[in-house]
């Protein structure tokens, strides 16, 4: 059996903290008088911590000091591990448990490649801390997506050659990296989103085993 290395984003594809986020940066957006929405949420999947607040104040017009713009990013993180505290495995999206051991019984190399800096938090919230082989978060990189870095660094950490990985992303700026690592991309979401995806899943329940099968195998 061939080893190939599969790389797994966290936000939207392993857990959906998605919406604590969104919580969080509309807390932050109201108390400068900013409207912000769930469209305007989308745009920053997979986008830093410092560049999502830089989008925010730019739609609002605001302009702010360094030592404010600093005290409103440790107040939503602050928001936002406060929301994520309370989740349990019942957080975890569908059939991800399901992938994971099939991929676990056939011995192949797993990682996560994630932006966020609360990336352990999490997994270990959710149970799932032991199962990742390696794990490249916002802690050990200094280049945000759609550049290559996080995903280059997981494959290494694997000693897998980034074209035998496979990376799952629900964010563009995902696929990009994915893609220009030179990565099978498989999107998890809106097939109109991540229309540059290799292939398109709306999740893992859509993604039967005989596909993973055919991917170590190829």
């Given at each position: 059996m061939s080893r190939k290395g599969f790389i797994f984003d966290l936000d939207g594809v392993i857990v959906d903290t998605a919406r604590y986020h969104y919580q969080a940066w509309r807390k932050l957006a109201d108390t400068l008088g900013i409207s912000f929405n769930e469209t305007d949420n989308e745009h920053l999947k997979g986008v830093s911590r410092v560049r999502s607040l830089e989008k925010i104040l730019d739609w609002g017009n605001v302009s702010l000091?360094?030592?404010?713009?600093?005290?409103?990013l440790n107040k939503k993180n602050n928001d936002y591990l406060s929301y994520i505290a309370n989740m349990d495995e019942e957080e975890i999206l569908p059939d991800v448990p399901r992938v994971l051991s099939y991929l676990k019984q056939n011995k192949q190399p797993i990682a996560l490649?994630?932006?966020?800096?609360?990336?352990?938090?999490?997994?270990?919230?959710?149970?799932?801390?032991?199962?990742f082989d390696t794990i490249v978060d916002g802690t050990n990189v200094t280049k945000a997506k759609p550049n290559p870095e996080v995903f280059l660094i997981a494959a290494r950490q694997l000693n897998v050659r980034p074209e035998d990985c496979i990376v799952f992303?629900?964010?563009?700026?995902?696929?990009?990296?994915?893609?220009?690592?030179?990565?099978?991309?498989?999107?998890?979401?809106?097939?109109?989103?991540?229309s540059e995806a290799m292939y398109v899943f709306k999740d893992f329940t859509e993604i039967p085993t005989e596909f993973f099968a055919k991917l170590i195998s190829e």
């Open positions: 000091t360094q030592e404010r713009f600093d005290e409103l490649g994630s932006a966020s800096k609360n990336a352990k938090t999490i997994l270990k919230e959710v149970g799932l801390l032991n199962v992303e629900d964010a563009v700026a995902g696929i990009k990296a994915a893609n220009t690592a030179g990565m099978t991309s498989i999107g998890i979401g809106d097939p109109s989103v991540l």
